[in-house]
Structures are given as C-alpha cells and as structure tokens.
C-alpha cells in the first residue's frame, strides 16, 4: 500500500525553525518527484517546494525561497523540509505527496496523486 506519513510539525515562535519527514511505504522512493504542501485555515492548498527522484532538481515557491530547503533521503525512503525563519504566515497544515507518473515536476496540488495526513505548523508569538 502506498503511503505518505508527515512528522516534525509543532508550535514555534516568529523567526524559530522546523524541519518536517516525509516517510514514504509501499513503492521505491527514489523512482517518484515528492511535493511539500500547506494549507492554512480558510484557504486552498498550496505548493510549497518540490524535488526530483534523485535529488538534484528543486522548486520553491516565491513566498519560501531563501527560507525554506528540502531534501531527500532515499535510503530512509524520507523526504524533508528544513524550514527556517518562520513567520505567522507560513501556519498550516504541511503535506507532502508524490507527484503523478504523467507530470513532470510542478508544485500545482492537482497534479500529485497519493498524499499524507498533514502535520500542523503553528508560527506564533
């Protein structure tokens, strides 16, 4: 069965850091691009950052870039997002999912096929 399993959420003050997993099961890892989602309270799901099946290809989204860094480990079959200077604007659900075979590396949710749960990031003071 496949799954995505989200872990490292959790409160942290404006300027504070989190690093969130990505664990993947049931397929090989290294054969898919894997996407960081966020959805905030009362908005649409939006792309974060996303990385090729290897590693050595990344996207962001303007609102992350200099901030934000993901990474993949495809040994531990997880996939992470170090996220850094954290402001109340990034407080949301995270999820990350494995994109599409037919679609090539985009950071548009309706192209992902296979999502986990979430994990809440709350940025307050």
């Known amino acids: 069965q496949v799954q995505l399993v989200e872990s490292g959420g959790g409160l942290v003050q404006p300027g504070g850091s989190l690093r969130l997993s990505c664990r993947a099961s049931?397929?090989?890892?290294?054969?898919?691009?894997i996407g960081w989602f966020r959805q905030a309270q009362g908005k649409e799901r939006e792309g974060v950052s996303c990385i090729s099946r290897s590693g050595d290809s990344t996207y962001y989204a303007d609102s992350v870039k200099g901030r934000f860094t993901i990474s993949r480990d495809n040994a531990k079959n997880t996939v992470y997002l170090q996220m850094n200077s954290l402001n109340p604007e990034d407080t949301a659900v995270y999820y990350c999912?494995?994109?599409?075979?037919?679609?090539?590396?985009?950071?548009?949710?309706?192209?992902?096929?296979?999502w986990g749960q979430g994990t809440q990031v709350t940025v307050s003071s």
């Open positions: 049931g397929f090989t890892l290294d054969n898919y691009h």
């Open positions: 999912a494995r994109l599409g075979t037919l679609w090539t590396m985009t950071l548009s949710p309706d192209r992902y096929r296979y």
